[in-house]
C-alpha cells in the first residue's frame, strides 16, 4: 500500500503526481467484484453491460433491397449504359412486408421498393433512377449494376452469433437501437454506483437556509451530488454532519457500508485534513492510498478504501473539490460503473487560442479554467478565468479548462491549448 | 418561404446545403414563443434557463481566510523574510463560523483557520507554513505579505447584483453550486421540449415482437427516443402507424398538437417520401421547409413547421436517420429546449489520423463513421467503418465520426481528422 502525506512545508515534496494516484486508485478499484442487474431494454439508456452480448440472429434475416427500383439479375444488365441500354420484362413486383412470390428468370426482373425483401432468382437492385418504364411490361436500364449493388445481405448488418456488443460497454442510443434490432427485451448489466456526500465544517450551513454571520452555505454537496448524477450514480445526500471526530466518524462508517463511493468535502484547513486521515485510517483496511496531489488546484486530496468502498476527502474549496472529483471521483465511479477503459478513454477537446501568458510552478499539474469566444474563421480565443479555488462563479464563468503539464513552468500566449469542456 | 425538392436524378441539383437547411430551420423556430416553468432548485439540473439571474448578495458575505494561518495587517510583515523574520504578538484567535471578537492592532496578530471571518484591523493572512511560532504569545514571520493575500474579499466570488448566469443557459453542476451558495431555491426555466415519435411502413414491427418472414423490427423508434431523452426532451412515442394516408396523417396531426417536435420514420423509399410531403403540405402553414439535402447519409430528410410545431420526416435507414437527428433534429430540440447560441456552439472532438484514403462527392457533406484506435505517444488512429445506411450495427461499432466538406472529393491516409464522438 502506497500512503503520502502532505509534509514538505512549500509543498515541494511527497506530493503523488496525478496519474501515478488515478493508477494507485484504479488498481485498488479494479480487485473489487462489481454487483449486476437484469435491466428491460427500455431503461437500459446509459447503462453498462455486464456481459458480452452476440446476435441471436442474422441481421437482415433475408436480403433486402436499400433502394426503390427493380430486383434483376446482375448478369442481365452487362454493358448496359444510357447509350447502350438494355430491356427487361416486368414479371412481378414485391409486396412490402411480405414474402415475395415467383422467381426472376433470365431477362426479366420485379418492381421492389426500399426495406423490399429480394425475390428468388434476382442478386442486385437497379435503381429507379437507372431505369425509364418502356411500357407497363418493359423497362429500360441505362446503367449496369454487379451482384450485391443497392441490398443489404443476410447477416450483413450482423450476423448470427457474431459478437454485437462487449461487456463493459456504455449502452448509447444506437447501441439500444441495435438490440432492438435483434429483439434482445433485457440485457445484464452492472449495477449502479451508490454514492454518499456528506459536507462538515462549522462554518457551513445547508444551502436552503440563511447563514448567520460567519457562516457560508453549502455549495459542495449540491455540485458534487449534480456531477454523480449525470455520471448515472445513485446519489445518498448525508447533509452537513459535526466536524467533531466521533459523529464524523460514525456518519463516514455508515456511509461506507451503505455505499460504493463516500465523498465528504470540509475546508482545506490542516485539522481538516488530519480529521479526514484519523477518520479513513480507523475505518480499516487498506486505508489511505494517496493523501496530497501536484495538482493545482485539488493538492489536498485523501483517497482511502475500505473494504470495497472507496472513501475521498475532498478539498472545501469548490473549484477544488471539482477538480479533484473530475480526475479521481469521476474514474473511480467509472470503474464501479464497469466501463471499460476502451470506453472511457477517448477525450475530446476543443482546440483554441491562449490570449495571454500563464505562469506554472514545475512539479504540478497546473488546470487553468477559460471562458471561449468564437472567432472569426480561426480558432476560437482561450481566455483563462482567474480567481481563487474558493470562488464558484469562475466555475460557472468557465467553459472549460486546459492543463498546463508538470514539466512546464508556464505557457505562452497564442500557445493552442486543448479545452476539456466542463459542459 | 424556401421550399426545396429533391428532383434530379442523380441528385446533382436541388438539394440544400447542410449549413443553410440549418439556418432556416433556426430561423424559424426563433420565431416562436417557448413557454416556461419555475423549478426547485435540486430538480434543475441539466434545465435552460429562461431569465436572467442577478446575484442578490454579496459572495462571501464578509472577508475570509482562505488558509489556515493568522490575520495580520499586512504593514506590519514589511521586509519579512526567513533571515530577516518579523515578530508579531498573537492577540486573539477566530472561532469558525463565528464574528470574530476583538481587532487586530499594530504588531499583533490573531490565529485564524482556512474559511474564517477575518477580523477588523486585518487586511492581509499569513500562511502557518511561513510562521515560526517563538512562544504561545509570539510570532516569527519569515515572509511578508501583502494587503488581500490569503483571504477572499467580500463580494470577490460574486458582487450583489452582478450578473450570475444569463437566459438560455444550461444549469450545470457547478451552476447550481453557484445557485445554492446564493441561496437560491428556485429557478425560471423553459419547458422540456416534447417530441413525439412515430415509425410508419408496412414491414415494421415492434421491436419486441418477432418479425414474421418480409418483416422486420423497429430499430429507429427505440434509438431516436434515446437520443432525444439524453437531451433533456420528454417523449412520447406513437408507435407504428400505417401508411395508410388518412391514419397517417392523422396520427401525424394528433402528435403535432401535443408537442413542440414530430419525428416520423420511415424508408427511404420514394412511396414514403411523398407521402411524408404531402402529409406536411396538409398540415397547414408554413409547411415544407426543407426537402432533400446534400448530405450522406441523410439526403431524403423532409422539414417542415406547421403552426409552431417543428415535424421531421426521416429516413428509414438507421443511420441516416441518426445522422439526420445530429444534424438537423439536435439543434431544434436546443432551440425549443431555449439554450442560447454562445452554449451550444463549442463542439469538442478529438484529433485523429485517418488510416485509409476515403473518397467523397464533391457538393455534399459526408459523414464518415470511424473506430478509434489508441496509439502510443501519438494521436490516435482513426478506422472508418464501412458499411450500408441501413446497418444499425455500423453504428454501435463507431466511436465517433468525421466529416468530409462539400468542396472536398476525399481525404488522404495519414490526414488528422477532427473527430466527434457519439458517446
Redesign the interface.
Given at each position: 500500500m502506497t500512503t503520502k502525506a502532505i509534509k514538505d512545508?512549500?509543498g515541494r515534496s511527497s506530493l503523488t503526481p496525478v496519474h501515478e494516484a488515478v493508477s494507485i486508485l484504479l488498481s485498488e478499484l479494479a480487485k473489487i467484484t462489481k454487483q449486476t442487474t437484469t435491466c428491460p431494454?427500455?431503461d437500459a439508456?446509459?447503462r453498462v453491460l455486464a456481459c458480452d452480448i452476440q446476435s441471436p440472429e442474422d441481421?437482415?434475416?433475408?436480403p433486402?433491397s436499400?433502394m426503390?427500383g427493380f430486383a434483376v439479375r446482375a448478369a442481365d444488365t452487362f454493358g448496359a449504359s444510357s447509350s447502350m441500354p438494355c430491356y427487361l420484362e416486368i414479371d412481378g413486383e414485391v409486396a412490402?412486408?411480405?414474402?415475395?412470390e415467383g422467381t426472376v428468370t433470365k431477362g426479366k426482373c420485379f418492381r421492389i421498393?426500399?426495406?423490399?425483401?429480394l425475390p428468388a432468382g434476382s442478386d442486385a437492385v437497379v435503381m429507379?433512377?437507372h431505369t425509364i418504364p418502356v411500357d407497363e411490361k418493359m423497362l429500360e436500364i441505362v446503367k449496369s449494376v454487379g451482384v450485391g449493388t443497392s441490398l443489404?445481405n443476410t447477416g450483413?448488418?450482423?450476423e448470427k452469433d457474431a459478437p454485437?456488443?462487449p461487456k463493459g460497454h456504455?449502452l448509447?442510443?444506437?447501441?439500444?437501437?441495435?438490440?432492438?434490432?435483434?429483439?434482445i427485451?433485457e440485457v445484464e448489466v452492472f449495477a449502479k454506483p451508490q454514492v454518499g456526500i456528506l459536507s462538515t465544517?462549522?462554518?457551513?450551513v445547508p444551502?436552503?437556509?440563511?447563514?448567520p454571520?460567519?457562516?457560508?452555505?453549502?455549495?459542495?454537496?449540491?455540485?458534487?451530488?449534480?456531477?454523480c448524477?449525470?455520471l448515472g450514480a445513485a446519489v445518498t445526500d448525508y447533509g452537513i454532519v459535526s466536524d467533531d471526530e466521533d459523529i464524523f466518524f460514525s456518519t463516514v462508517k455508515q456511509a461506507t457500508k451503505e455505499n460504493n463511493i463516500v465523498l465528504f468535502s470540509g475546508?482545506?484547513?490542516?485539522?481538516?485534513r488530519d480529521l479526514g486521515e484519523r477518520v479513513i485510517d480507523k475505518l480499516g483496511q487498506p486505508g489511505i492510498l494517496v493523501h496530497g496531489v501536484a495538482l493545482k488546484p485539488g493538492k489536498p486530496i485523501i483517497i482511502g478504501l475500505t473494504n470495497s468502498t472507496a472513501i475521498f476527502g475532498l478539498p472545501?474549496?469548490?473549484v477544488s473539490a471539482?477538480v479533484c472529483f473530475e480526475f479521481f471521483v469521476k474514474p473511480a465511479l467509472r470503474s464501479f460503473a464497469g466501463l471499460s477503459e476502451i470506453t472511457a478513454?477517448?477525450?475530446?477537446?476543443?482546440?483554441a487560442t491562449l490570449d495571454r501568458n500563464i505562469n506554472s510552478a514545475a512539479g504540478r499539474l497546473d488546470l487553468v479554467r477559460v471562458q471561449?469566444t468564437?472567432q472569426h474563421d480561426t480558432l476560437?480565443l482561450a481566455t483563462p478565468v482567474l480567481?481563487?479555488?474558493?470562488?464558484?462563479?469562475?466555475?460557472?464563468r468557465?467553459?472549460?479548462y486546459f492543463l498546463i503539464p508538470e514539466d512546464a513552468q508556464g505557457i505562452h500566449e497564442n500557445t493552442i491549448v486543448k479545452?476539456?469542456?466542463?459542459?
Open positions: 512545508m512549500l431494454l427500455p439508456l446509459d441481421l437482415p434475416a433475408h433486402r436499400t426503390d412490402m412486408g411480405q414474402m415475395p421498393a426500399t426495406g423490399g425483401l429507379f433512377e443489404i450483413e448488418d450482423i454485437a456488443l456504455l448509447r442510443p444506437q447501441d439500444l437501437g441495435l438490440l432492438s434490432g435483434l429483439g427485451a465544517g462549522d462554518e457551513i444551502w436552503s437556509e440563511s447563514p454571520p460567519g457562516k457560508i452555505r453549502d455549495i459542495n454537496g449540491v455540485t458534487l451530488g449534480a456531477l448524477t449525470r475546508g482545506s484547513s490542516v485539522g481538516m472545501g474549496h469548490p471539482m478513454e477517448n477525450k475530446a477537446t476543443v482546440a471561449l468564437k476560437p480567481g481563487k479555488s474558493g470562488s464558484i462563479s469562475t466555475l460557472s468557465a467553459h472549460g479545452v476539456h469542456l466542463l459542459q
